[in-house]
């Protein structure tokens, strides 16, 4: 079992930042690929960014591309998300998850088996 616990969120205006935190225990932290979905209100979960297991690979969507990092810190043992130049349209529950032991680690929710239990962020124009 992983067990996952997101904070960080909060209201920002538009073109501000912030950085979102993973706390995941229950598994080595340096085996876990893990991976940033989000839920704007009103729709489905979204894929955001995913990470290797050695924080060497990462992967994002192209609607965050370029203004969005995912990183894993070992020290802190700890997943990150850093949003830069924020949009009213980021605004959404933000989870952290990680796949099943032997699926792919892609943009699919049926894919993961752990969850967080999300943190809101709120972008406002």
């Known amino acids: 079992q992983v067990q996952l616990v997101e904070s960080g969120g909060g209201l920002v205006q538009a073109g501000g930042s912030l950085r979102l935190s993973c706390a995941a225990s229950?598994?080595?932290?340096?085996?876990?690929?893990m991976a940033w979905f989000r839920q704007p209100p009103g729709n489905e979960r979204e894929f955001v960014a995913r990470v290797s297991s050695s924080g060497g690979s990462t992967y994002y969507s192209a609607s965050v591309k370029d203004r969005f990092t995912i990183s894993k810190n070992f020290d802190t043992q700890r997943l990150y998300l850093q949003l830069s130049a924020l949009k009213p349209e980021d605004t959404a529950v933000y989870y952290c998850?990680?796949?099943?032991?032997?699926?792919?680690?892609?943009?699919?929710?049926?894919?993961?088996?752990?969850w967080g239990q999300g943190t809101q962020v709120t972008v406002s124009s």
């Open positions: 229950g598994r080595t932290f340096r085996s876990l690929r």
């Open positions: 998850a990680v796949p099943s032991d032997a699926g792919p680690s892609d943009g699919q929710t049926r894919s993961y088996a752990y």
